[in-house]
């Protein structure tokens, strides 16, 4: 056992807090909805980019490579200035959703390089140009941009030519739970000197101004214990957090308060000379009376001046610590800590992956875990507190305000995020995905997160989940399930254990969602579900967040395939829980009966017998119900109609023979029910090693059937002129490109075409495009279906892959195959590039960027380049599940452990 293993045991016993600190700062906090207040409901507007230099927040904080505590009270971050920048660096800055040309986007260079699970060792990466940063150049050209073309990046502006930026390094390093080594490195990689103004920040998040007699934590110079020392040292006073102190390299000390400059925001008069823009105002404009000379405030930076030479680097050294007589605490004992835990980082990546991969997979793996652990945030939003407003704040005054039925939130947990800058509030099915390789180096923390969200603090009291803080009552896939049951099985293959209680407690939360969505979204009770939005965003001919133009209903072939999912997952989970407690049998029953009607559902549907599955074409479709009671199938071939595939589960003979009432019940059904098993793989076949199968799409032993929806399907996913990229499984068929489907309703064309970048509409705000790109989620859950296929029907069952081009493969291979795909995204090719990096010269051939990879949202249908949020490393952290499968069945031959 690692000590960064023994760390994570440790940390589950509260007296051993080493989880207290960690990288739970937003990237961005402005433009939120949290911190909107206007009457209009303009978030991007009302708190600006602008505004976060002088402006406090309300309701978190924000920073540059930073940390805070686990309550985000007191905060720690960089703040940079090339002396030519119009202010301080002390946030990252972006486009808002009105200025892309493809929505809001972060137009920065930065990395997370490196995390332990408890943040014992963190290591981040600024580029920063030593030219101005190009503001006014970055949003002019994006909003001169039309949708068809591509976003205008940082790297695009022409400020890093010749390489002349500086790389700014962060390293944390613990010596106990509440003593942090801080190593920052400046390196000049440009041609000529540069100068750098370096001020580590530390800050207390404004709790005060908000009530009325409200304690208000300080900052000031500390006294040095140690007389020889020339080191100065910053007392931090919390009246809960407690004393913290600050050791820094000789520096001047600039204090400042970390409240709103009123006179700059809102014209207004100012309380007291010393604001949150007073130590920018110092540094850029020389303004020395915006500091205290008392040296006293609530947040505070030494300032360091590093004049570097073409190639020559500079280390700062701080130390955060609950330890007040620390001797000499940037000596050798601070030296000592950072290679102590830079080693135990790299013990414990080599503990986690001990089979035979590459040098670069093996960083491909361990920066996207980094990525996912530098994504937590400190998330803090009291619905009901925020529409009714603050004492010491006016009334808020808005038509029509969000989430007013979603007043029972009230969070201040550490929620992993989808990317810290683009979407820094929890996002509920993206969540999901991020605990799948959460789990690989954290199961309790995976185990937490999807436990968080059906506690009765986020949890609708109808069962419903809340979304993400845009609309907590949008609808994302019931994937919940699905997580909560592959995470346990996750956490038990590695403990030899699994958490029974976890299990149960979530199943029974889920139930109450089940019945929502059963009560909700199958309004008549057919067994075939709407959903609306569902996750895709544009993937539909219309808006499936929005009334129909034609009137009438959707009858969505994905949003009936997810609740057949979800009944499996529920049954599994029921099987599992039923081994100690036979009361879940029942439970077991009721979830495969509902799959049975579900499954023959989605086959006969309307007195006309219209299907979301079509004969003619072999795929599923959505059928739009019109009002009069005509349906018409919409013939788009797009992830929709793949979605049924990962609908199947397999039972081993051994379960089956543990739960006898179960089997009993399961074989009276199928006896007097045999209308509803045609077309579902069921209970009666017995495939490998007898097991048996449910599945919405069937699939015949012993011969080849040509009619089989499963072999149908495979078919189009894995036909190259269709589905099948390079890099993976495009969500909308390739054949749109020269087939665009359109649909004529109350005198508009709607229509849908192949786009394999970027959307080509405004279509939910631009930012996001499921017509073409790869996404790495349903990726995902295909491969791991097809894993389950292959479990039940065994290595005679082959298919063409590529379609047509007489290779033929098991499906354990073609799951191999795709998750090979996935993962040459990120990988150099023959060329010695990443697609992943597209054409973007300075990523692929700049010596000191190389060897760093962004994990980008989603993907080029065609070339694999990145597209979308760029440090999206959440459900794209999926990555490092498939390269630490791909290394373990290569070296133990495939072995399905769900």
């Not at 020395?288 to 947040?299: E, H, I, L, S």
């Not at 996935?822 to 990096?837: C, T």
Request: hydrophobic content about 35%.
């Amino acid at each position: 056992m690692t000590p960064e293993h023994q760390r994570l045991q440790a940390a589950q016993n509260a007296q051993t807090p080493w989880k207290k600190w960690g990288p739970y700062l937003s990237d961005r906090q402005w433009g939120t909805v949290r911190e909107d207040y206007s009457d209009t409901g303009s978030a991007w507007d009302y708190f600006s980019h602008q505004q976060s230099h002088a402006r406090a927040y309300r309701w978190g904080e924000d920073g540059l490579g930073g940390i805070c505590d686990d309550e985000q009270l007191l905060c720690f971050g960089l703040a940079l200035w090339n002396g030519r920048d119009p202010v301080l660096k002390e946030r990252l800055f972006g486009l808002t959703g009105n200025q892309g040309n493809h929505g809001e986007d972060v137009k920065e260079c930065y990395f997370y390089l490196d995390s332990t699970p408890t943040h014992s060792y963190l290591k981040f990466l600024y580029k920063y140009p030593q030219a101005e940063y190009p503001y006014a150049d970055l949003v002019a050209e994006n909003q001169r941009r039309g949708y068809d073309q591509p976003e205008y990046e940082l790297l695009h502006t022409g400020v890093f030519d010749e390489n002349r930026y500086v790389d700014v390094f962060v390293e944390y390093a613990k010596a106990d739970p509440e003593d942090i080594a801080i190593a920052i490195e400046v390196v000049n990689r440009g041609p000529e000197p540069a100068t750098v103004h370096l001020l580590p920040t530390l800050w207390f998040r404004n709790t005060w101004s908000w009530r009325e007699d409200c304690e208000k934590p300080r900052l000031c110079k500390g006294k040095q214990p140690f007389a020889p020392t020339r080191d100065v040292v910053v007392e931090a006073t919390h009246p809960t957090l407690g004393n913290y102190w600050l050791y820094c390299e000789p520096a001047d000390l600039y204090f400042t308060e970390n409240e709103t400059n009123y006179a700059a925001v809102f014209g207004g008069k100012n309380a007291s000379p010393y604001v949150k823009d007073g130590i920018h105002n110092a540094v850029v404009h020389g303004q020395k009376d915006a500091v205290n000379p008392d040296q006293v405030g609530t947040k505070v930076a030494p300032h360091y001046q590093l004049h570097l030479e073409p190639g020559e680097r500079r280390t700062i050294r701080l130390r955060l610590t609950h330890r007040p007589d620390v001797e000499h605490p940037l000596g050798a004992e601070f030296d000592h800590i950072l290679q102590a835990r830079r080693q135990e980082a790299d013990d414990f990546y080599a503990a986690l992956t001990p089979f035979d991969l590459s040098d670069d997979q093996r960083q491909i793996q361990r920066q996207a875990i980094a990525g996912l652990l530098w994504s937590k945030q400190v998330y803090r939003y009291e619905v009901e507190q925020w529409l009714r407003g603050d004492p010491t704040m006016p009334e808020p005054d808005r038509d029509s305000p969000r989430n007013t039925h979603w007043r029972h939130v009230d969070s201040g947990d550490i929620i992993s995020m989808p990317d810290k800058w683009e979407y820094p509030w929890f996002a509920a099915w993206d969540l999901a995905f991020h605990c799948i390789p959460l789990a690989l180096v954290d199961p309790e923390f995976a185990k937490h997160q999807l436990d968080l969200l059906t506690r009765e603090w986020y949890m609708h009291p109808n069962g419903q989940l809340p979304a993400y803080e845009w609309a907590f009552g949008d609808v994302n896939p019931p994937v919940h399930a699905w997580a909560t049951w592959r995470v346990y099985k996750i956490d038990q293959k590695m403990t030899g254990k699994g958490d029974r209680p976890f299990l149960e407690r979530v199943f029974q939360k889920l139930l109450l969602n089940f019945t929502w969505w059963v009560n909700r979204k199958d309004a008549n009770g057919k067994n075939v579900f709407e959903g609306g939005f569902l996750g895709l965003d544009n993937i539909g001919v219309f808006d499936r967040s929005a009334p129909l133009p034609t009137g009438g209903t959707l009858e969505q072939s994905d949003g009936t395939s997810w609740m057949a999912m979800y009944c499996l997952n529920m049954l599994e989970m029921a099987l599992e829980l039923a081994l100690d407690n036979p009361v879940y049998e029942d439970m077991a029953t009721k979830f495969f009966e509902h799959f049975i009607y579900i499954a023959d559902a989605m086959n006969h549907i309307g007195d006309d017998q219209t299907r979301l599955w079509s004969e003619e074409d072999g795929f599923f479709y959505d059928v739009l119900h019109l009002p009069h009671g005509d349906r018409i199938q919409l013939k788009i071939r797009s992830m929709v109609g793949l979605i049924p595939l990962c609908a199947v589960m397999t039972l081993d003979p051994d379960t089956l023979a543990k739960l006898p009432d179960f089997t009993r019940r399961v074989e009276w059904f199928i006896q007097n029910r045999p209308a509803l098993k045609r077309n579902v793989a069921c209970m009666e076949t017995k495939g490998q090693e007898a097991r048996r199968m449910l599945a919405l799409c069937y699939a015949t032993l012993g011969h080849v059937e040509p009619r089989d929806r499963l072999r149908r399907l495979l078919e189009k996913l894995l036909d190259e002129s269709e589905f099948l990229s390079p890099y993976g499984i495009r969500a909308l068929s390739k054949y749109h490109a020269e087939h665009p489907y359109s649909f004529h309703a109350d005198g508009q064309d709607y229509r849908v075409a192949y786009e394999p970048a970027e959307s080509r509409s405004g279509l939910f705000g631009g930012n996001s495009n499921w017509r073409g790109p790869i996404w790495f989620p349903v990726n995902y859950l295909i491969i791991e279906a097809l894993q389950k296929f292959h479990h039940y029907l065994g290595d005679d069952y082959q298919v063409e892959c590529p379609t047509g081009s007489g290779q033929w493969m098991n499906l354990w291979q073609v799951a191999s195959d795709l998750s090979q795909r996935l993962m040459a995204i990120f990988e150099r090719d023959a060329a010695g590039d990443r697609p992943v990096n597209g054409g973007t010269a300075p990523l692929q051939q700049d010596p000191h960027g190389c060897d760093y990879v962004l994990f980008y949202e989603y993907f080029h249908g065609d070339n694999g380049a990145g597209l979308g949020a760029s440090h999206q490393t959440g459900w794209t952290g999926l990555v490092a599940k498939l390269i630490q499968q791909q290394a373990e069945y290569a070296s133990h031959g495939p072995k399905w452990d769900g």
